[in-house]
């Protein structure tokens, strides 16, 4: 059996198994005066962000980004040597575990194999600029990252400069599609208001 690339009630189903795995997530972040389970809030922030970004998107590409950060507290960066080579091997093994626990659900909900590998080659960071829905997914997280999240990087690393912040914004920027770039400043994503101005040196120095 082949499932619809678009089906809502595995597309409900496969959420519900989602947010229930998300919400067991021991961090809490506070939204609007409410602890919420950190992974959670995080996939319901890609959700809302990718409705805004391309509201026609198919569910491949909605399940990608609201896997983005699935269980991530379960395989923490502390189990890794803390030097960029185990950074690096961090993020490796995180897109693989994103990808498989993500495949897992899916197939739970009754997705077939087709549906699936759509979906994790999405989360493992799979061809970039050439797979449609690894970009999708790079340009959601891009997005997600400087309305929720940038300027509490920027609050956590008092002692990054100008320069710095300019060469983190380019290499954001660079990961995004046109598209993406342009919806960045188009006013329907909010821009952290401290930053607005490096950002734009950082828009203009990546042209």
Known sequence: ???????????????????????????????????VAKELLYSQRM?????????????????????????????????????????????TNLYKFHAETAAKYLAEAGYDEAFIERVKLAIGKKNLKTNKDTQILEDVAALTFIEHYMMAMYNNFPQYDEEKWIDII??????????????????????????????????????
């Open 47 to 91: 959700l809302d962000m990718i409705n805004r970004y391309l509201p026609d998107a198919d569910d491949v590409a909605k399940l990608s980004v609201a896997a983005q950060h699935i269980e991530r507290w379960k395989s923490p960066r502390s189990d890794y040597p803390m030097n960029r080579k185990g950074y690096h091997l961090w993020r």
């Open 170 to 207: 380019i290499r954001t920027w660079k990961k995004m599609s046109p598209n993406a770039q342009q919806f960045a400043l188009s006013g329907d994503v909010k821009l952290p208001e401290a930053l607005v101005p490096v950002i734009q040196k950082a828009v203009e120095k990546a042209k």
């Open 1 to 35: 059996m082949t499932t619809s690339t678009n089906n809502p009630d595995l597309f409900d189903k496969a959420l519900q198994l989602y947010d229930a795995a998300n919400s067991k997530d021991p961090n809490f972040e506070n939204e609007n005066g409410k602890e």
